[in-house]
RNA sequence: GGGCCCGUAGCUCAAUUGGUCAGAGCAGACCGCUCAUAACGGUUUGGUUGGGGGUUCAAGUCCCUCCGGGCCUACCA
């Protein structure tokens, strides 16, 4: 039994989240956790909120509302919509909490110590009217270059361009409108990571077997022009963590607050340890986890992210635990393996939250059940490229993978024995040539699902399981209990005896993928406690001669292609 | 501009890292079955692996080049 420790990237506080987020960080790891904790292992969840930043700050205000209580609601939302998924979480935390803060302001404090911080002032534009500083982005005006009229101050959307805020022309707030703009100067911590260049370097070059997308974007930061820049860990905002060395003021730094990109990640240990104060733990109870003079020096470290956030994930935050153990009393347990996709596209073209392009988690859950969307999501997982969701996709997917190979593949064999049987398992004959052959095949295709799992591997391991929903089909195609309970009663017990113990052994695979058709599976052979088929041939055996049984409602009903249109012209977006 | 990834059957993707006639699923065609959600099973059509050149006994896989997509390039997260 392995120890195993999981996090999802953050969802932002700032909405409810589409199906690119879901399927990017969140729903993997829950499908690998539920994966992994079906073989046995200690496995440990990890999610939560990430609502610090000016994003936060701006949907608090366009809500009208204080932003703490904001995030308090909307952290409720986001998280009732993951247990509508299913998100199996330990514990779904909050970047804002008391253990994130005190956390993070200790670890600034350790860098400090360690002399990995230098402060810098920086000159940054300033708007009266809005009371705030503005980030780069926030900021647009005419581009320099070419002339469009809407540039941010990052770089134009029109002509690419990188720009500098001071390049823009007539520039105004973005949110405001105002051109009360100043610069202002102000003072920042930078941590400084091209002093952990060669280190984050030398770690990374043991990470043979990450994704190349994951690898080769770190390289890139680490080796790209003059190589690692230092990076600003600090923001003049109010909503935030004050910035502190530990416990003490850090004098000069008064009023301001870590970048969210520094207590973000910190915040998967915070819940950690949030989790452990939830269920009255103790500190070992988390530090087990993370500490590696604690307990977690056998613990393997699996993060789940997109591709835009893989540089915090390979650098930032790998330099803070560093950075954070310069004299070796707080070894901080480093990622093991980071599993980075890609982006979901929406019908050929980008989800978009302003357009109201694409389906969020909300919507989803209103149109179908979880399981609809979690499979065909995993089993469309991008994960070699960008994967597209169109509705012809998802109706295609949906309806022959759940409906007609494994719906169908319970209701015949269910309904069969009820009518000829009746509700329970029959008791004649005995397994022979035919049945031996498919526990062979299962047993060896199980090998395969389960060295998929083991890569990570989504879209792999929900074709095999597939494969394996086809092999009951084949079965009884082949073995044709209709046609021999006409001559042979008794042979014909023995094959629908095979059949429904088939049903309870699908029942305990497809739980990574489908959960709720799992316990439907599960709970209609009244085998709600099966665990993982070390032996295949045993666990086909597991549902004894007698043993009762219910025809359960169809597991997944198809979708019909007026609902298909209908949903494809509700979501088009503006 | 610089860097990275990708281009395989009508569609979505594989291919043990250079090694049998390049494989699946969907869609199409034909046949079978009639237990089942008009579901299932079988057979089958379909590819000069984006173009061109090179290395090698051997290239989808390595090198060069061209074409066509996508992404990243750091103070929104």
Known sequence: MARILITSALPYINGVKHLGNLVGSMLPADAYARYMRARGHEVLLICATDEHGTPAELAAAAAGKPVAEYCAEMHEVQKALGAGFRLSFDHFGRSSSARN????????????????????????????????????????????????????????????????????????????????????????LYLMQSKMRGKLAEWIDTKIDWPVLATSIAKKWLNDGEGL????????????????RGASVWPGMEGKVFYVW????????????????????????????????????DVRYVEFMAKDNIPFHTLSFPATLMGTNFDGAEPWKLVDFIKGVNWLTYEGGK????????????????????????????????????????????????????????????????????????????????????????????????????????????RKAAAELRAMWVVGNEYLQSAEPWAVFKTDPERAGAIVRFALNLIRLYGVLSAPFIPDASEAMLGAMGAEDAGWPEDVAAALSALPAGHGFKVPDNLFSKITDDAREEMAARFAGA
């Open 262 to 297: 520094f207590d973000a990640p910190i915040e998967y240990i915070a819940a950690t340890a949030e989790w452990a104060d939830v269920n009255g733990l103790g500190d070992a109870a988390w530090e087990r986890w993370w500490r590696e003079d604690r307990g977690a020096e």
């Open 101 to 188: 803060h005190e956390l993070t302001q200790h670890m600034a404090g350790r860098l400090y110590e360690a002399g990995l911080i230098e402060e810098v002032m920086e000159r940054q534009v300033y708007s009266n009217a809005d009371g705030r500083f503005l980030p780069d982005r926030y900021i647009e005006g005419t581009c320099p270059n070419c002339g469009y009229e809407r540039a941010r101050g990052d770089q134009c959307e029109n002509c690419t361009k990188q720009l500098e805020p001071t390049d823009l022309i007539n520039p105004r707030s973005a949110i405001s409108g105002s051109s009360d703009l100043e610069v202002r100067e102000t003072k920042h």
């Open 229 to 244: 820049q230092d990076r600003s860990i600090t923001r003049d905002l109010d909503w935030g963590i004050p910035v502190k």
């Open 351 to 458: 989800f978009s939250t302003s357009q109201g392009r694409g389906v969020f988690m909300d919507q989803a859950l209103e149109i179908l059940p979880s399981d609809y969307w979690r499979w065909w999501l995993l089993s469309n997982a991008p994960e070699g490229s960008d994967s597209d969701f169109t509705w012809e996709g998802f109706q295609g997917g949906v309806n022959k993978d759940l409906a007609d190979v494994l719906g169908n593949f319970v209701s015949r064999v269910t309904k069969f024995c009820r009518s000829k049987f009746g509700e329970e398992v029959p008791a004649g004959g005995a397994y022979g040539a035919a049945e031996e052959a498919v526990i062979a095949d299962l047993s060896a295709r199980l090998k395969v699902y389960a060295a998929h799992w083991e890569a990570v591997e989504l």
